[in-house]
């Protein structure tokens, strides 16, 4: 029992301890290796880079950026790559285009539309108290007759 009990851990551990590992001819295809699969999104995971996502198609896409650096395609033709075949999501930071205009400009259009609400409630806000500080009542003869006799009484204290 004990050495089934053994058997079977060892079998476990050993399923996670797969590591994929690339021989690059120069260490420059290396490191644009470990770029590459850093800033690209792994459609499976979604917010995981392929460099540590472990999903299947994560290990194609690694497999499939190795061989196109060993067929010495630049870094634009990988990426060209990659998003015609899984479209912008695939980058974390995707280009400028018309179908993600919204996403570009968007906070910055929603940051200036806030800006003017706020000045133009400032200012109508700012309009109504001067218009309120301007208006002084006007006295009927009444009233008027009231105000003079109190002040009068004021002079002669």
């Known amino acids: ?29 290396e490191l644009r290796f ?29 497999q499939k950026i190795y061989l196109m650096l060993e067929a010495d395609k630049s870094d634009t033709e990988i990426v060209d790559y990659m998003v015609a075949r899984y479209g912008d999501f695939v980058l974390y930071e995707p280009r400028f285009n018309a179908q993600n205009a919204v996403l570009w400009l968007g906070p910055g259009a929603l940051l200036l539309l806030g800006l003017i609400v706020v000045i133009w409630l400032t200012r109508s806000r700012n309009n109504k108290n001067a218009e309120n500080t301007e208006q002084v009542p006007e006295l009927d003869a009444k009233q008027e007759k009231a105000l003079q006799q109190l002040l009068n009484k004021d002079k002669k204290s």
Request: charged share 25%; aromatic share 8%.
């Open 1 to 29: 029992m004990l050495r089934f009990f053994i058997l079977v851990l060892l079998s476990i551990t050993s399923a996670y301890a797969a590591i994929d590992t690339y021989e690059f001819k120069d260490k420059d295809k």
């Open 34 to 62: 470990h770029e590459l699969s850093a800033d690209m999104r792994c459609p499976k995971c979604q917010n995981q880079n392929l460099a540590d996502s472990n999903a299947a198609i994560a290990t194609d896409l690694k």
